[in-house]
């Protein structure tokens, strides 16, 4: 009985969810020549669900390639002490210039109050993927 419960519920899960994909190109936007927002960054959402409210939060701690440079990943601090681990699309990342990866970890500075839309991917989701990342102010 547990198991018909389980998988009916994972069947329907994908359903209610729906499958998100983006062909459109990476955007950012500028206010007073300082990055603001970063969109469409997850370049493959197959088999991943799209988060209905976007997290948001504070930038508590960042992760870097062995470059040192180039950056995977950051630490979110949301309400209640709550803390989340958002990756950054490496796709995404490498095929950008040095001066847009500048702008991103500029973006992603430790401190900032952030608001992310992201993709959840993977057993249980445990895996986010952002997809949208805003500087609130």
């Not at 009916?8 to 603001?36: R, Y």
């Not at 989340?84 to 095929?95: A, E, G, L, M, T």
Request: aromatic share 10%; hydrophobic share 40%; with cysteine.
């Amino acid at each position: 009985m547990k198991y018909s419960i389980l998988i009916l519920v994972l069947a329907i899960f994908p359903l209610s969810f729906g499958f998100a994909q983006s062909n459109k190109s990476p955007e950012t936007k500028e206010d007073n020549s300082q990055l603001i927002e970063i969109s469409d960054m997850f370049t493959d959402p197959t088999g991943c669900f799209e988060l209905a409210e976007p997290y948001v939060g504070i930038i508590q701690k960042r992760k870097f390639l062995s470059d040192e440079i180039t950056i995977i990943g950051f630490v979110l601090m949301g309400p209640n002490d709550e803390r989340v681990f958002i990756n950054i699309d490496s796709d995404f990342i490498k095929k950008k210039s040095m001066v847009d990866r500048d702008n991103y970890v500029a973006l992603m500075r430790k401190g900032n109050k952030v608001k992310v839309w992201a993709y959840i991917c993977g057993a249980a989701g445990r895996v986010i993927y952002a997809d949208k990342i805003k500087l609130e102010k």
